[in-house]
């Protein structure tokens, strides 16, 4: 998202001063890990599973709204990843994955810092197929 995009959207959709990552008084069943997009690997098999049109689904936002409501309101639901050898792997978020990948490449230095919030799940990649 260039600045001129950027501008444009925060401007039907202003940042809020103090965004909440987590609301008060609210309990996680699992922890949360805030990680680069870049250190997490994305399965191609699992990303081939989903056309990401509205075909019999709902609308989805376009990836650049998803990353202005990441920046203005934080992460609805954390991504799923599973741990191999080589480190992290992709289960569930890849729209979550995307939006917090360009929001890092933007102008903004704060946006720049934007980490995906993940839980870590115990499975085989048989187990994480059948999940996505």
């Known amino acids: 998202?260039?600045?001129?995009?950027?501008?444009?959207?925060?401007?039907?959709?202003?940042?809020p001063e103090h965004p909440t990552i987590l609301e008060p008084g609210k309990s996680l069943?699992?922890?949360?890990?805030?990680?680069?997009?870049?250190n997490i690997r994305i399965d191609p098999e699992v990303r081939s599973l989903r056309e990401w049109g509205t075909k019999g689904h709902r609308?989805?936002?376009?990836?650049p709204e998803l990353a202005l409501s990441i920046a203005r309101?934080?992460?609805?639901?954390?991504?799923?990843?599973?741990?191999?050898?080589?480190?992290?792997v992709l289960v569930d978020g890849q729209r979550r994955w995307e939006a917090?990948?360009?929001?890092?490449q933007?102008?903004?230095?704060?946006?720049?810092?934007t980490t995906l919030?993940?839980?870590?799940?115990?499975?085989?990649?048989d187990q994480a197929f059948h999940a996505a």
């Open 1 to 15: 998202m260039n600045a001129e995009e950027r501008a444009a959207l925060l401007a039907e959709h202003p940042l």
């Open 29 to 38: 069943a699992e922890p949360i890990l805030f990680l680069d997009p870049a």
């Open 59 to 63: 609308a989805e936002l376009t990836i």
């Open 73 to 88: 309101d934080g992460q609805d639901a954390p991504a799923v990843i599973r741990e191999d050898e080589e480190g992290y």
């Open 100 to 104: 917090v990948t360009l929001l890092r």
């Open 106 to 113: 933007g102008d903004d230095e704060t946006e720049r810092q």
């Open 117 to 125: 919030e993940c839980v870590v799940r115990q499975m085989t990649p």
